[in-house]
């Protein structure tokens, strides 16, 4: 993973004025004639996103104006490390509505490149801890986003099942958590059916890994993460262009892991356990079929109606088995509908929720972070639609609608006791915006740290 874009020291680090576009006039207006020049010969009026770079009378860079608009949030400054050439800057002034440990975070995502196969053309640049920023912090969330990102990105043919499981346990190894995985066949010595259904057809083994870290007497935190670490569709294959980026499929356990991350690094009392089943869902003589009947961990039988609808199987066991321990607090993350995004888009994952007080606490921290989400609803009147006639319920629900609600009610009847929040995120960027380059992206991962820090630091 390459270093992390930050500085020690100010100086000699380059001003960076990061001004509003309402404020603009009344800045520029103090200013030297030549800045005023400069800026009117650019049409630069501190617009969204716009970078002006002053230069000193030795042809080199003097400062930096950039432009905020009037309704962007800190992460806008994550442009900055896109763009800005290879250097040292400073943030001299910016909007006091812009909390500086955001600031850095924002940088630091911006700074992120995957370079396993292409290396970068030219170095990230560098920016000095922002006056009141606490770096720690934001060096330990850059540092989990990276790492999900490059978990993301990896293609499937070097982030298979097996390269995901030495990931998660050197993460484990890392800080000291114990780590154990389930494999193939001795998942259905153990009870975990589904999730040897979905993956069995795979070279590389289905697995469920769990990571469980902190002091057993402390409160219990459960993650569980969807590791389909490519998706084919199965027998109800999906056309070449569903499958194009089915790599990130594996998106909620590193999301997961990313979390724990987090959480490890900033040693919290809590007992830590994250469960993440990692399969392949591939095509082969032995794959799982529409209108099988398979078991669960839970007892519930399932009709499978769809193959493509593989994720809340894995998810089913593992939620099972995350509430036998009565965990506190359980948060799962997936990759898990096209529904999703037809309803919120790409950048807005759906937040789920069968606790009020959790929701209004992640939509509050959402807005604290500048880490988006949106509460869509566990609507009982639809939870019939996934009743069959010879088993429990099935994987889908009726007709097209609603895909991702119906999932989220799939997985409620494996949820029993706990807070729960479930996210349905896409964990992809499909094109550059600010803080966050094409490709891998770690979502809600800000906001769920915000809620589970203040819920357990008290």
């Known amino acids: 993973m390459q270093d992390l874009?930050?500085?020690?020291?100010?100086?000699?680090?380059?001003?960076?004025?990061a001004v509003r576009a309402a404020d603009w006039r009344a800045w520029i207006e103090s200013r030297p004639d030549a800045l005023k020049k400069l800026a009117a010969a650019h049409d630069f009026q501190a617009q969204n996103g716009r970078i002006l770079l002053a230069p000193a009378t030795d042809g080199s860079i003097e400062r930096v104006l950039f432009g905020v608009g009037d309704k962007a949030t800190p992460m806008i400054v994550g442009a900055l490390a896109q763009h800005l050439p290879a250097g040292d800057y400073r943030i001299a002034e910016a909007p006091r509505e812009f909390p500086a440990t955001l600031v850095a975070i924002a940088w630091g995502l911006g700074a992120y490149a995957f370079d396993r196969y292409k290396k970068r053309k030219r170095p990230a640049p560098r920016l000095a801890a922002p006056e009141g920023a606490d770096m720690a912090e934001a060096s330990r969330i850059v540092r989990a986003s990276w790492m999900a990102r490059d978990l993301v990105n990896t293609p499937a043919n070097d982030m298979g099942p097996d390269a995901l499981h030495a990931a998660a346990e050197a993460l484990a190894t890392a800080h000291g958590a114990r780590f154990s995985a389930i494999i193939g066949d001795a998942l259905l010595e153990r009870n975990y059916p589904l999730i040897h259904a979905v993956g069995r057809a795979a070279a590389q083994a289905p697995r469920l890994l769990h990571l469980s870290w902190g002091d057993d007497s402390a409160p219990r935190v459960a993650l569980v993460g969807k590791g389909v670490t490519f998706d084919t569709g199965g027998l109800d294959i999906k056309p070449s262009a569903g499958m194009r980026i089915m790599k990130k499929d594996m998106g909620g356990g590193a999301h997961a892991l990313a979390l724990a991350q987090i959480i490890m690094e900033s040693n919290l009392k809590v007992r830590l356990d994250v469960f993440v089943p990692v399969v392949e869902n591939a095509v082969a003589g032995d794959a799982f079929r529409p209108g099988d009947v398979l078991p669960s961990r839970k007892g519930l039988t399932v009709e499978i109606d769809n193959t493509d609808a593989e994720g809340r199987l894995i998810l089913a066991d593992a939620l099972t088995r995350a509430c036998e321990d009565k965990p506190a607090l359980l948060i799962d993350f997936a990759t898990l509908t096209g529904a999703a995004r037809t309803a919120l888009g790409p950048d807005l994952p759906p937040l789920y929720a069968n606790d009020d007080a959790l929701a209004a606490e992640l939509a509050q921290a959402s807005v604290e972070t500048a880490d988006p989400m949106w509460r869509m609803p566990l609507w009982d009147a639809y939870d019939g639609d996934m009743d069959t006639p010879i088993a429990d319920l099935k994987n889908t629900g009726d007709g097209?609608?609603?895909g991702s609600i119906y999932a989220a009610l799939f997985l409620r009847r494996f949820v029993d006791g706990p807070a729960w929040a479930h996210f349905d995120i896409f964990a992809w960027a499909p094109?550059?915006?600010?803080?966050?380059?094409q490709g891998g992206e770690a979502q809600t991962l800000r906001a769920c740290w915000s809620v589970i820090k203040k819920r357990f630091s008290r």
Request: charged content about 20%.
């Open 431 to 437: 094109k550059e915006k600010p803080a966050r380059p």
């Open 5 to 17: 874009p930050f500085l020690a020291a100010a100086d000699p680090a380059l001003p960076i004025h």
């Open 400 to 402: 097209a609608f609603a």
